[in-house]
């Protein structure tokens, strides 16, 4: 007879497999379904950008050649901004460099740029003092005639992760580096599939024999899927997800590509407010070289940092990252990975870093001018986003240069003039600077403000203030056609009616002859000989002139504007006087020069803009008159200021000693100096003494930059021997103050002096005589 308690059992063991069946089933479709829903998580994110890297903007590239002035502390002080790591022996490794009294010695390294690739190699720089001597290959000896360096990253435009990332590939990471990597964090990885339970026995076991916290239970394909796609809360579910995307991630992947990506995401430390990510911004931030150039124990150190970056720095402490390292070093050795040699010779290595850097934006004002670029062209995510290489115009030798010698030479009015001390910052005296190559326009420096935390008003871009003398070489290119520099023009105390009114202009400082030449006048900055000049040719042919440089603001119908009373923007007088030092030509100011993504394909390339502005024969002329400024004019005391080689230049000061100018150039570089209050106060001092001695501080920085040449006269231009009382040839053994003079072939006297030939001997000589002295001066006649 069945027993009805047996019955009822076998009923509830039915009912209960059933639903034990039922939730298996139920479990095992929401596995499928959550294993569907990862995997299209992962192949979205994977397949896609997977990370927003920041886009670099790099500075020029610098050039080095035997015979070229650089001094060696600049030099070395550049190579210590590239990463360039200090040994004592001879460097065998790139990116390293010892330095001694009278020559450098430096492994270059590798880099690209969109015009080349250069191979890095072993270099011996020779000094003579401050000149390069020879460039030698240490290798080969070999001479090498010109070297190119790698160009500085100045800025990155990161998102709003402000995470500073540099992608490797596996292939470009060397075999220690990645051992380093497993011996840290999964020696199992090649051998388990996302999970491992051996390790995480392992791992517990030797934490607890050392009492300590050595080696983690999460493999690196657990690590990436907590890092890449999950939160860092602790909980059982969080850790399942991180587990099943594990599983899903190997059965998709190889073990190349995870392990790739985990070492291009991995969390490496903090550069300041930037967060550090990946192996090779890591290799870069610590020991200022790519992956490819780490030893085993600069490898095993960063190895070493995964853990706990912060704990391990070894900007933080560098004996406890170095007790770190060993460890990664012991295991690598333990595991066979690494020779007893090379396991003593990198356990014994010293703990040599890169310098500690925080995040700076370099050049702020130049990098202002060059974002209202760039955002034209791409947007605000795309920068942030994209990795692009960003190359500019800017030399970061020059920009130094131009933001010390601002902040001297303001510091230093200050000291002389103490009235012109503010406490207010927005009140402060300003100044501004901006240098170029003045045959291509590239801004190689520029300073719109003596503080840019201060003010972010970049007075060369957007100030419009008044020229002052700095004017006057247009007025007198307007003159061109008709007149010389020999021409004679009137000093005198001279009202002239404009309009009704009366217009009288008055000297800066007493000229005492009544008459004096173009050139002179230029040079001395005489302003009523110049409203002489004005008064014969006529304002129209100024403003006509003028426009042809590119002035974009308004030029009144006023003869006053030709001694600089029309508001400017100081670039426009900088690129204008370019015009000047290349044959006439006018550039267009460039700071973006190419752009290129992350494979190195140019996307962007600006090229040299030119447009003509006078003809090579004139602009020699003002040029020539131009040197007589630093000579014997205003500009005279440059040479007492330490510039030894030829200069031309113009000096400029506004009316009450509002704005005070220099624009001076040579064939290699031009540089504009500014100095004045935002608010039009009078600073008490004119160009010569405000803005002079700052190009001249500017220019004994840079010597790299001054090659001592001078310009070429062109075939239009012709040398002549002319009487200085009348400006006609000089008649030989009659002429007693004969003296060389350039100008236009078409407007060359043809004609012998007058006052010393026939009848007209010494007649009609008085007005003349009274600028011999003058002449004699500039031309060192005795």
Known sequence: MRNPKTGSKKRTATRLLKIVGLLLL????????????????????????????????????????????????????KLGRLGYRKVSGSPERKGEIKVADSRIEVFLRDFITPQQTSIGFPLRIHYQKDSIESLTRIDTGEPVPLLELEPEELMLFFGKEREERRLVSLDDVPKHLIDAVLAAEDARFFHHPGMDPLGIIRALASNLRHGALRQGGSTITQQLAKNYFLTPEKTFSRKFKELMISLVMESKYSKKEILEIYLNEIYMGNKG??????????????????????????????????????????????????????????????????????????????????????????????????????????????????????????????????????????SRLEKANPSLLRQEPEKRLQGAIVVLQPRTGYILAMVGGRKYGESQFNRITQAHRQPGSAFKPFVFLAAMDEYTPATILSNEDTPYMIEGREWRPENYSPIP??????????????????????????????????????????????PSISLGSAEVIPMEIARAYCAFAADGLLPHPISL??????????????????????????????????????????????????????????????????????????????????????????????????????????????????????????????????????????????????????????????????????????????????????????????
């Open 513 to 558: 002859e009544s008459h004096i030449t173009m050139r002179m006048a230029l040079a001395k900055s005489v302003n009523r000989a110049t409203a002489d000049l004005t008064m014969k040719i006529g304002v129209e042919r100024i403003i006509k002139a003028a426009s042809a440089f590119g002035f974009s603001t308004p030029l009144p119908s006023y």
């Open 593 to 782: 020069k190419e752009v290129a993504n992350e494979k190195g394909e140019v996307l962007e390339r600006r090229h040299l803009t030119m447009g003509n502005a006078t003809s090579p024969e004139k602009a020699f002329l003002i040029t020539s008159m131009l040197r007589s400024v630093t000579e014997a004019g205003t500009a005279r005391s440059l040479k007492d200021k330490g510039v030894s080689f030829p200069v031309a230049g113009k000096t400029g000061t506004t009316n009450d000693f509002k704005d005070a100018w220099f624009v001076g150039y040579t064939p290699d570089i031009l540089a504009l100096v500014w100095v004045g209050f935002d608010d039009g106060t009078p600073i008490k001092a004119s160009g010569s003494a405000a803005a002079l001695p700052i190009f001249a501080d500017l220019m004994k920085s840079i010597p790299q930059h001054s090659s001592g040449g001078w310009f070429q006269p062109p075939p239009g231009i012709v040398n002549r021997t002319i009487c200085s009382m009348s400006a006609q040839l000089a008649v030989e053994g009659r002429c007693p103050e004969p003296v060389q003079e350039l100008f236009l072939a078409e407007n060359a006297p043809n004609e012998p002096c007058e006052i010393h030939t026939g009848s007209g001997r010494d007649s009609g000589a008085e007005p003349f005589r009274q600028i011999i002295r003058d002449v004699k001066k500039f031309f060192g006649i005795r």
């Open 273 to 410: 407010s930037v967060s550090i990510n990946g192996i090779g911004e890591a290799s870069f931030f610590y020991f200022g070289k790519p992956v490819n150039d780490l030893s085993i124990s600069e490898a095993a150190t960063l190895a070493g940092l995964i853990r706990a970056p912060n704990h391990y720095s070894p900007f933080a402490d560098k004996n406890r990252s170095m007790q770190r390292r060993n460890i990664v070093i012991e295991s690598m050795f333990s595991h066979g990975w690494i020779s007893r040699q090379e396991f003593d010779n990198s356990i014994l290595q010293p703990m040599a870093t890169a310098e500690y850097e925080t995040y700076a934006k370099q050049a702020p004002y130049f990098m202002d001018y060059l974002s209202h670029q760039l955002h034209t062209l791409y947007s605000p995510d795309a920068l942030s986003t994209l990795g692009l290489s960003i190359y500019t115009s800017l030399d970061p030798e020059a920009q130094r240069a131009a933001e010390e010698a601002l902040i001297k030479g303001l």
């Open 26 to 77: 139920l479990a095992a479709g929401a596995s499928v379904v959550l294993v569907g829903n990862f995997s299209r998580e992962i192949e979205k994110r994977f397949s896609g950008r997977r990370w927003s890297i920041p886009s670099r903007v790099l500075s020029d590239t610098t050039m080095l050649y035997p015979g070229q002035t650089f001094p060696r502390k600049q030099l070395e002080a």
